[in-house]
């Protein structure tokens, strides 16, 4: 069936070095991957999208990778801020309703 | 000027009771959701409304039933509340873009606790 997964459930890393989460899917149907995080007592929160079609996109401290021979997908954080630290969430999105499929989620922990 | 809101925030309630969460949205979209998300943090869809009307309707127990009053709002009414019920319940809604990502924005999540 469907899945998006996660390889690592927790991610302790140093103030200023940089992230890498990573996230595995299995349906290749999708349209969209998108990363979301999500803060303590907050809903998620949009950080960046990457289509189905592409395979990079950068955008402000974040790029994502899209590699669909190996179906994965990871963001990296450039310098890693303790404000980055949350649950992030990788997503399939598929157009036709626009249905939002989550992975299981990743903690950031940034240490000072 | 929230852009999802929800309320109540937090809901504490006893096996077996009835009881509604709301959404409100004053983005001026047109599709609204509600999410569950369970105590190891996964989010799963539960349903979604465009324009007042159902779009998708997950493997939900018929005891979660939404109501979508007018585009900017959708309810989630639930019955018979069960222990399985306790969960943090999101709320986000989009503007159908077409050729485009349909962004999602989330509200605060309503923290339901069933005794």
């Known amino acids: 069936g469907e899945s998006v997964g996660l390889h690592l459930p927790t991610l302790s890393v140093q103030e200023g070095d940089n992230s890498i989460i990573n996230c595995a899917y299995s349906?290749?149907?999708?349209?969209?991957f998108i990363w979301y995080k999500q803060e303590s007592g907050k809903g998620p929160q949009f950080i960046i999208d990457?289509?189905?079609?592409?395979d990079k996109r950068q955008g402000q401290r974040v790029t994502v990778l899209l590699n669909k021979t190996v179906k994965h997908l990871s963001l990296q954080i450039a310098a890693t801020q303790p404000g980055d630290s949350a649950v992030y969430f990788c997503?399939?999105?598929?157009?036709?309703?626009?249905?939002?499929?989550f992975g299981g989620g990743t903690r950031v922990l940034v240490k000072p | 000027d929230t852009a999802v809101s929800q309320t109540p925030k937090y809901l504490v309630t006893q096996m077996g009771n009835d009881k509604s969460i709301k959404c409100e949205q004053n983005?001026?979209?047109?599709?609204m959701y509600w999410y569950k998300q369970d105590s190891k943090k996964f989010l799963k869809i539960m349903f979604s409304?465009?324009?007042?009307?159902?779009?998708i309707n997950e493997t939900v127990p018929n005891r979660f039933s939404p109501k979508s009053p007018d585009k900017a709002h959708l309810n989630l009414h639930i019955n018979s509340l069960e222990l399985g019920d306790s969960a943090v319940y999101f709320c986000?809604?989009?503007?159908?873009?077409?050729?485009?990502?349909?962004?999602?924005?989330f509200g605060p999540g309503t923290r339901l606790t069933v005794l």
């Open positions: 990457i289509r189905s079609n592409m």
């Open positions: 986000a809604s989009s503007q159908t873009n077409s050729g485009g990502l349909n962004e999602q924005f």
């Open positions: 349906n290749s149907a999708s349209d969209y």
């Open positions: 983005l001026g979209h047109d599709t």
């Open positions: 409304y465009n324009n007042k009307e159902l779009i």
């Open positions: 997503a399939e999105l598929k157009a036709a309703g626009n249905k939002l499929t």
